[in-house]
């Protein structure tokens, strides 16, 4: 059963339009993309440049502008989603039209992202993607968004459905690659720092990463993050560490422990009576790039008071909004 569904049929009066209309978002949907209004719009059959089976409007990007809707309905474990969206081209361009399909939660978290192109302007042609979670994942119950983008010339979108399937309880199948690899070897960050970037292990649900030192008897636990900065070492010390990677389907299947590397951290700095990387609490970043939550032993100094302070996690590239 779909858990969301739409064509482009407006019913409200203001938004029933005739012919092909910028700057006219549907119903319920946000400009998304990196381009202006502009580049985005409304279109019916009237305009004679394209048909479509599900009504008589689409929703139109060009030019790296899009749409965006968030849900009502929430990340859920142990879920198949499955997002169809049906694409057409106006029946003047000669050239196809390219197109993004994304799937997000929590307004900028790309969970599953395709490409697809439209070569013609019956709205026949369709794009999927499908993305999984198993018995966890970092953005449970946060709102999914669906946005459709138009890199190129202009994109017809229309029949948009969100469906939704219980995930399968056999997977027996590690991530790969088996065993786990590095793509950033641990290094020293200063005399008490080492940080380490495992690869990013691809599988049909979410992943998570154990990183150990095998010299202290320390880990990380299990994480979503592929990166892992470890503190509180001691000064011109060396250090071994590992990385494996397990899926969270109900079997958690493991990949093997990467190589071991070794990492020394740096002499201590004469003179430092204080250091702060602001690693702990561990976060994972809102939409606008903070967690109005303070770091552990700090507290926000906001003259404002309106919380334009607070932790970021590495997946967000902004760490302040102001």
């Not at 139109?60 to 057409?88: D, M, W």
Request: with cysteine.
């Amino acid at each position: 059963m779909p858990c969301f569904s739409v064509s482009f049929i407006v019913t409200q009066r203001s938004l029933d339009i005739t012919g092909y209309v910028n700057r006219t978002l549907p119903t319920g949907w946000i400009r998304a993309g990196t381009r202006y209004l502009d580049n985005l719009g409304l279109a019916d059959t009237n305009s004679a440049l394209f048909t479509t089976p599900y009504g008589e409007q689409v929703a139109f990007a060009r030019a790296g502008s899009g749409i965006g809707k968030t849900l009502s309905e929430t990340l859920t474990t142990n879920t198949i989603y499955t997002l169809t969206v049906n694409v057409g081209k106006r029946n003047t361009q000669t050239a196809d039209s390219p197109c993004i399909i994304q799937l997000r939660v929590d307004g900028v978290v790309v969970l599953a992202e395709t490409s697809g192109t439209a070569t013609n302007s019956n709205m026949s042609e369709s794009v999927t993607l499908t993305y999984t979670t198993g018995i966890a994942h970092p953005q449970v119950g946060k709102a999914l968004r669906i946005d459709l983008l138009g890199p190129g010339d202009h994109v017809l979108f229309d029949n948009v459905q969100l469906a939704t399937n219980a995930a399968p309880v056999d997977d027996i199948t590690k991530p790969t690659p088996d065993p786990l690899t590095w793509v950033v070897d641990p290094y020293a960050v200063d005399d008490v720092t080492i940080s380490m970037t495992a690869t990013t292990a691809v599988d049909n649900v979410t992943v998570q990463y154990l990183f150990t030192n095998t010299v202290k008897g320390t880990s990380s636990g299990w994480v979503f993050d592929t990166e892992w900065t470890e503190t509180g070492l001691e000064p011109a010390s060396n250090y071994t560490y590992q990385v494996k990677a397990r899926d969270v389907s109900a079997n958690l299947n493991e990949t093997g422990w990467s190589l071991e590397k070794n990492a020394t951290t740096l002499a201590a700095i004469p003179g430092v009576i204080f250091r702060e990387s602001f690693e702990a609490p561990s976060v994972f970043g809102d939409a606008d790039g903070k967690s109005d939550t303070d770091p552990d032993g700090w507290d926000a100094v906001d003259p404002r008071g309106n919380r334009q302070v607070g932790v970021t996690g590495s997946d967000l590239s902004l760490v302040f909004n102001d």
